[in-house]
């Protein structure tokens, strides 16, 4: 220790401030190395945003019609979606899904920067989570010609919303309306306790499902009624059956 002082200080003769050589180049190193991750992070999903308005250059048709589907954890959302789907020919993204496959690709750098953000606790950038959706509507309508899609538990934040406009905007996707499934929280928390059964999902622990609807009503709630006020919103009360709310919903779409 002692001659590590030493050597930092010049003996106590070269430097009155105690300025260390050493130091410094921990200090830039440190540094080169976090602008290196920032950079590599940046040029990830710029390569994929590239990528993918490569594929618009090649597609002047109508933009694709598009319903997102909003509601708090448990209302239903993805049951109702996949009837919708099956019945109508509506295509079913989730968003939740389109980022669990994406984790689970090799040599994926989207998938490397998704596990390194939840692995340190942080929100998936939200253009990372529309170039996803993007690209499963891109390759839907390669695979069968699909315009139509319902985009479930999308957007959730202010943060989705600019991402939209931002990677596909109206010129790409034309949003027809948002549908809400309206339920109060405590037959919500009831659903997701029984889902949990059998679902195996980790974010179905009572704990988790109350920090759930708190972001749910900090940060999905003022998405619901800025969409309100433009006039796209339709609610549905979901705490009923499922016919009869999918009865509801058919009858809307269908308008």
Known sequence: MTMAASHCTGGGTSSSKGFCPFSLFLFVGSAFT?????????????DASSSSSDDDDDDNGEPFRV???????????????????????????SAGDLLRAERQKAGSELADIINANISAGKIVPSEITV???????????KANGQTKFLIDGFPRSEGNVNAWNDVIGDHRARVDMVLFFECPEDILTSRLLERAKTSGRNDD???????????????????????????????????RSIEEVYQELESIIKE
């Open 34 to 46: 976090f602008v290196w991750h920032l950079q590599r992070k940046s040029s990830a999903i710029a």
């Open 131 to 141: 170039l996803l959706i993007k690209n499963a509507m891109e390759e839907l309508k």
């Open 67 to 93: 319903i997102f589907v909003l509601g708090g954890p448990g209302a239903g959302k993805g049951t109702q979606c996949q009837l919708i789907s099956d019945n109508l020919g509506w295509a079913h993204l």
């Open 205 to 239: 622990s009572i704990d988790v499902i109350r920090k759930r609807f708190v972001t749910y009503r900090e940060e999905s709630m003022p998405i619901i009624q800025m969409y309100q006020g433009e006039g796209k919103v339709r609610k549905i009360i979901a705490d």
